[in-house]
């Protein structure tokens, strides 16, 4: 039952970490109804580590944009283009690095309930809706090479905003992506890959708490529901970022929006009634 309730968990990580409508939103709503028979330190540990299915879908799927060597007349190379696509990355990632490390005990202790993330995702959708409907932005970036420094960083300012649970991460990067000058796709392919990093440092960080709290000791049944969230998560991801890019060429994001309306509503009302 847990392996299944493990599966469960893993198709709304792979669903929910791309589109813009909050993975933690769902995940706190699932924990509601599918419990799963482990420690509080266990399931924050899974929450998080889950995840790293997901960007290994990323990983697979651009891998010849994101990796910096290639062939050439039987010598390796470097791809300038990719080191300096990374040097953005890693810039943008700063501004989550240096707060979110400093700010990620108070976060978990007091702002993953189910009012915050209903509110945060009423509001975020309404903010998807007005800059869709008032076409904010340039959209003059129409290639990732063009990306400047100085909007990278301000794409990672915005990524802070994901902090507060139930903002959504691929969500408030998109967001300053559009506010910033990128074209929706380009936007969306600079998120996946700002994710790699921050993903993995955010699994590397849970890890390391649950080993100071608890030891690095795992059941067999723990072990089983780590492998099946992270091999389902990645599966599905494979589809739904995919998906993801296929749509935004042709529909923008206002559906997201309305979505996470009613979901955040609904979420205020079940948690207010119960």
Excluded at 67 to 76: D, E, I, L, N, V
Excluded at 217 to 241: A, K, R
């Amino acid at each position: 039952m847990e392996i299944i309730k493990a599966i469960l968990f893993g198709i709304v990580e792979g669903i929910t970490e791309w589109l813009p409508i909050s993975s933690t939103g769902h995940m706190i709503l699932l924990d509601e109804f599918i419990k799963l028979d482990v420690s509080k330190e266990f399931y924050e540990l899974f929450e998080v580590v889950i995840q790293l299915g997901a960007i290994m879908a990323v990983v697979i799927l651009f891998w010849k944009k994101i990796w910096p060597f290639y062939s050439a007349r039987g010598k390796t190379r470097l791809n300038h283009s990719v080191i300096s696509l990374w040097g953005k990355i890693l810039v943008a990632c700063l501004p989550a690095a240096i707060i979110g490390l400093a700010l990620d005990d108070f976060i978990d202790d007091h702002l993953h309930t189910g009012v915050v993330v209903s509110l945060t995702l009423i509001i975020y959708g309404i903010i998807f809706i007005i800059i869709e409907s008032k076409n904010i932005g340039s959209k003059s970036v129409k290639d990732l090479g063009d990306i400047t420094y100085k909007q990278a960083l301000g794409i990672g300012g915005f990524q802070l905003l994901s902090l507060i649970p139930g903002t959504s991460r691929s969500g408030s990067t998109i967001i300053g992506g559009l506010i910033l000058g990128l074209e929706r796709s380009i936007a969306a392919e600079f998120t996946f890959f700002l994710a790699i990093p921050v993903m993995f440092g955010a699994s590397l960080l849970k890890l390391v708490k649950y080993v100071l709290k608890v030891g690095f000791t795992f059941s067999g049944m723990e072990l089983g529901i780590l492998l099946t969230g992270c091999i389902v998560s990645f599966i599905v991801s494979l589809f739904v970022i995919k998906f993801l890019l296929s749509y935004i060429r042709k529909h923008d994001f206002k559906p997201f929006g309305y979505y996470r309306i009613i979901l955040g509503i609904i979420i205020l009302v079940y948690f207010w009634l119960f």
